[in-house]
Every structure is written in C-alpha cells, then in structure tokens.
C-alpha cells in the first residue's frame, strides 16, 4: 500500500467541511480540550506541601538549627521527628511514617565557617511517588 497524498488532503478537507456544517460537533472540538485545560490546571495539584520529614542532627551549631527553620518554613517538609541514631531514621523510612530523612553529620557549622563544604544526607521514600501524604 501507498500512501497517496491527494486522498489524504481529500479526507482533510472533507473533515473541516463537515466541521463547518456541524457547529456542536466544532464547538465540542475546541471547547471540550480547552476545559480540561482549565480544570486539570486547577484540579490536579502536584505540589507537594508539608511532607513528613525526619531529622538526625549531630551538630547543635546556628547553621544547622538555620538550615532546618528554613526547611519548616519552607512549607514543603514538616519536621516530624528528631531521631537519635541512624538506625531509628531506617525504622522511620521502612514503616512509612517519614518520606523524608535529613541527617546533618558533626561540625557541619564549623566545616561550614571555614569555608570548606561539609556534606548534608537527604534521603527520600520514593515507594509511592504520587501519593504525597499529609
């Protein structure tokens, strides 16, 4: 089979005549796209807002009591629990109580005023990735 241009551009034009009689059929077309534009646009909202996050901070410095007044008032991280110990940040992430974990390792704030660039952990629950959970 070979495509032939000619009946292509026949059935193209036949379609928008018909279009052009049938005004229900042009109006819901356009109209019907176009309001789901609108109410998916609005409806359906990705951003994710105050996600449970745990926190494990070996460091009690200003910069890191700073970093995490930031991440709380960001609105997107709820500082739910502080942890004590690694293993209870893996407990926390395993039972699907935290979908965020942010461990903030020793002398981050004095690594941090010397000028070197000291490590932060964040570790994210990607197990359900669309189904953020307040």
């Known amino acids: 089979m070979t495509l032939s241009w000619s009946r292509w551009v026949g059935i193209i034009v036949k379609e928008f005549i018909q279009l052009k009689r049938d005004r229900l059929t042009f109006g819901m077309i356009i109209g019907i796209p176009v309001l789901?534009?609108?109410?998916?646009?609005?409806?359906?909202?990705?951003?994710?807002?105050?996600?449970?996050?745990?926190?494990?901070?070996a460091d009690s410095s200003p910069y890191s009591r700073t970093l995490l007044s930031a991440m709380q008032i960001s609105g997107y991280f709820r500082l739910d629990r502080f942890a004590r110990s690694e293993d209870e940040v893996e407990a926390l992430m395993a039972q699907g109580r935290v979908q965020f974990a942010v461990t903030i390792p020793e002398n981050f704030g004095r690594k941090l005023v010397r000028g070197e660039r000291p490590v932060l952990l964040v570790e994210a629950d990607a197990s359900d990735p669309a189904g953020f959970r307040t």
């Open 36 to 57: 789901q534009l609108i109410l998916f646009g609005y409806a359906i909202n990705a951003d994710p807002k105050r996600l449970p996050t745990a926190v494990l901070s």
